[in-house]
């Protein structure tokens, strides 16, 4: 979910303060807290002009679908298109925020309801959402963890000579 170097951002223009690092499966993300339940963990703050080693594993979780437990037990089901495809159908609006060469089709109104469901999907509970927008986690996830090894800060005086 890296944005860096994006040629329309302004943030040529301002000053970064650093990067949100979301690990996750092709597909299956969604930018919020509390998505551990599809395999994805909380965000890791990189902060600028800071070195940082992470060690990164994974574990494959398999659910069985049931009434009380809904998940989607097709391979190729992508939670991340399930949402934009919810969003575009509520506002009928769709932003590309990663492709340049697409025009965004949305008007001023349909633009405000976006982003007013947007904010309301990042504070509701995964649960309220898949039932809300009908995406479910898939049965089988490939679940992430981190662990920040060191921290360090680096500037031009840094001995980079191994």
């Known amino acids: 979910f890296f944005m860096l170097g994006h040629g329309n951002f302004q943030t040529k223009k301002k000053m970064l303060f650093g990067f949100d690092i979301y ?7 969604w930018p919020k807290p509390d998505m551990h339940k599809i395999g994805q963990p909380e965000k890791i ?8 080693e992470v060690a990164f594993s994974h574990q494959d979780i ?3 679908y049931n ?8 391979a190729n089901f992508r ?16 932003v590309y925020w990663f492709n340049d060469t697409q ?4 008007s ?15 504070e509701s509970p995964l649960g309220k959402l898949s039932e809300e927008s009908g995406c479910n986690q898939k049965c089988r996830i490939r679940k992430f963890n981190y662990e920040i090894k060191s ?4 500037d031009w005086a840094t001995n980079w000579t191994s």
């Open 108 to 122: 001023g109104e349909n633009l405000n309801e976006y982003l007013d469901l947007l904010i309301r999907i990042k």
């Open 151 to 154: 921290k360090k800060r680096v």
């Open 67 to 74: 009434f009380d437990r809904k998940c989607n037990e097709d």
């Open 79 to 94: 939670f991340t298109e399930c949402l934009q495809n919810y969003i575009k159908r509520k506002t009928n609006c769709q």
């Open 103 to 106: 025009d965004d089709k949305c």
């Open 23 to 29: 690990i996750h499966e092709k597909g299956q993300f």
């Open 45 to 52: 703050e990189m902060e600028l002009n800071v070195e940082m």
């Open 62 to 64: 398999s659910s069985l």
